[in-house]
């Protein structure tokens, strides 16, 4: 939960009175920041409806849609608006657990497809308690702190418990344990035994996944996590009778104590130090072939199968792990994980390749990946491909074989030949880096930035272990936008345009330009208009398309390029409420239209100033026959070009926020007949007014706002229709084709990877020559392919409005990979760059839950199988190519040059 700091001091006192919005936002900002400094084990949180979170956000001001606090305080601060919300009502967590409103007693199961920021909020005990006190309403569903990891010690909530269903030996009946992954053995005892009503010593508990009995759980202070219990699994009870001694020793008939062997859990057919293999390193006979056994899913884990099989079917890493790699652990190496991790995923690599289908549970992984990389704990769903980085980078530093890093301290281009900087490069990163997945799965690219005031060039070459690609969208949809003209020289006019769905602001003021063929000297001003107001501007051009909604109004103003750092006028429209008697009693009147934009100049302007820009901004709305209009008046193209007659009869303006927009603190009242209209100076909240004088000078660079108060005399004048009933941006939603000949290739993905792009804002890069922070131009270049090459389609997109997947068909080579046109090193031509693919890691589904599976090529087969969990089935090499593919693995091969030619030619993959 984010709560912005209010900055003021908790008030002790407490009441289930209502409290105002503030006070409220006050009391739970405090709580928060004290809850957040004593950060320990064991606290509790409570969880929370997002739905209703989200209400009580919009309430008390600080969430509106999707804007934080600090975008909708930004903009108030510039006279902008903000959504509120009425009070909600009692808190329902209804829809967050199983049975909805059925529920019964404290023990409340939550639904298991729960995400959190989408689905419920995390909030302290102490404000929950606070909310509870003064919405009332449940269930409550508190929940503890535990720390987690090994090297990085890192504290979550444990939403999920782990659930343990327990079954009772004697008759077969079955209870529901719940309890923390963090408890010992030694609790699960206490609370089993509490549950029959027997003494602990007569009872034993087996490891019973899988209806089978693995090992028994002995009485310890050993966690239930590092038991290598999973969610939902069976544990057994077993009791004393006759004949049975639960403390591990039995009786003969004589009374002679015999030891009671527990049944061993299962056992790699081979060790260690190898076994039968074949030649090309594979460990099976060929009438039993391996490779083909599936992984058990222990909830919500097809995101490791799937990076798993694609790593087992990784040809050199077979045949590394069904050798003796002992020699080459890094037990010493602070940045790996004592070598645990490599003897885990080594072990599992040779259960999966011995002989037959049996399915592995890979139980013993997992707890070796919680305790290192606790992000991936638990039982939600987690990315595939962060998985894999993990893993790459996890067995990199546990096999390791430099003990000592040496310091290297990096030199500076300084324009060397790119060929000596690159080698030099690769050797400081192979004196410090040197295993086996550095041998075969890292490669370098050339980096290069270019500062945008200086020019300064700085060259690096950077090792990469995957290349994670972007995907060029070809879908579109369509966007009208009405377009004003900020000096009066036309009508608005609204227009129709075609951009790329995921695409940013600049995309569309680059469209709206050509289609009303914007002069040179004119730039286009995007804002969005609320309520008849203007709610926000887009003046970031990277401000992506998606987060403005089908249903808002946008408009465009036209204003001239030299008018940066002017003063820019915002006029805005009020007429008189005719609804009731009592509302023209009051004097009452209604926003209405949309508001003009325009800039009044550089030099300090007068009120005068202001009441010709108004004028010049609103002849084209002159109606061509008025009997108010003037004999003189010039008429083109329906309306008045210029004109003498003032529009309105008031005028109030407003200056922003923190700036004083008058040289003179006495404002004297217009009494000039050239204006037939008043200037008043208005505060925030629209009250306060004082009048402005013609003559009173607004300092430049302000944003000023005139309220123009329309009456019937200049709606006979002009015609306000062209101010009124914009169309919104699109009422039917995106227009989204997704005809397979709109697909893209895997080549276009790697080139827009490499193409030339300045940083984003958030990162900024150090010019040594200008010594300040610029956002520099940053160009890629391939310099050195690894032998196993991992593409990571980026369908993933993250932003502060939303988050979503593409699903975007990406044509694909399966033989033939040629990649070197894209290699820029002199000596490319030295090895291959044509590589075979051999496994896909595939996504399905949307970022609420979706599902991961595998496809791998069994190379001395040649033949592709899909690897769904536990299931495992043959698949045709033309089914591969789906719009799942998220993780490409090719392998180089050999190739050799055809006789009287200079082109490789299709070899075989060298294992």
Known sequence: MTIADSGFMMDNGSSCL??????????????????????KEGNLYYVISNRWFTGWQKYIGEGSGELSIEEHSSYSQNGGLSKTSCRPGPIDNSDLILNGNDYKGDDVELLRILEEGRDYVLVPGEVWEKLLDWYKGGPALPRKLISQGVRDKKFSVEVYPLCLKLIDSRDNSQFIIRLSKKASTRELYERVCAIAGIEQEKVR??????????????????????????????????????????????????????????????????????????????????????????????????????????LVHTPPLVEYFLQDYTEEINRENPLGMHGELALAFGELLRKLWSSGRTAIAPRAFKGKLARFAPQFSGYNQHDSQELLAFLLDGLHEDLNRVKQKPYIETRDSNGRPDEEVAEECWKNHKARNDSL?????????????????????????????????PLPSTATRTMTVTVFYSDGSGLPIPYTVTVLKHGCCKDLSQALGSACCLRSDEILLLAEVYEHRIYRYLENPLEPLSSIKDDEHIVAYRLPKKGAGSTRLEILHRCQEKCTLDSLRSGERKHFGSPLVTYLGENPQTGADIDLAVNRVLSPLRKTHSSLTKAHSSKENGFVSESTDKPVNSCHTQSEPGNQSMDSTELEEMSSSELSFQLCLVDDKGSNCKPVGKDSLLKPGLSVRVMLDWTDKEHELYDASYLKDHPEVYKSGFTVKKTRQESISLFSCLEAFLKEEPLGPDDMWYCPSCKEHRQATKKLDLWRLPEILVFHLKRFSY??????KLDTFVNFPVHSLDLSKYVKSNDASSQSHVYELYAISNHYGGLGGGHYSAYAKLIDENRWYHFDDSHVSPVSESEIKTSAAYVLFYQRVNVKPKKGMGEPSQGHISS
């Not at 015999?258 to 390193?281: D, F, H, K, Q, Y």
């Not at 932003?799 to 979503?804: A, F, H, M, P, Q």
């Open 18 to 39: 209502p409290c105002t919005p503030d006070e409220e936002k006050r009391i739970v900002t405090e709580l928060t920041n004290k809850s957040e400094s004593n950060l």
């Open 205 to 310: 508990i087996w490891d019973y996944f899988n209806k089978q009995k693995h090992s028994v759980l002995a009485v310890s202070d050993q966690t239930l996590e590092e038991s290598s219990l999973q969610m939902d699994q069976d544990i057994l009870l077993e009791v004393q009778d006759d004949g049975f001694c639960p403390s591990g020793l039995g009786m003969d008939s004589t009374g002679n104590e015999l030891a009671l062997v527990p049944i061993e859990p299962s056992r790699s057919s081979m060790t260690i130090a190898g076994g039968p293999t074949l030649s090309n390193g594979y460990s099976s006979a060929k009438v039993d072939r391996g490779g083909l056994a599936g992984l058990q899913n222990l909830g919500n884990t097809c995101f490791m199968n799937s990076s798993i099989q694609c």
């Open 437 to 469: 997945i550095v041998d075969v799965c890292q490669g370098q690219y050339k980096s290069t930035l270019v500062c945008p005031v200086c020019g300064k060039i700085s060259i690096t070459f950077d090792p990469f272990m995957y290349l994670s690609l």
């Open 799 to 804: 932003s502060r409005y939303l988050k979503n």
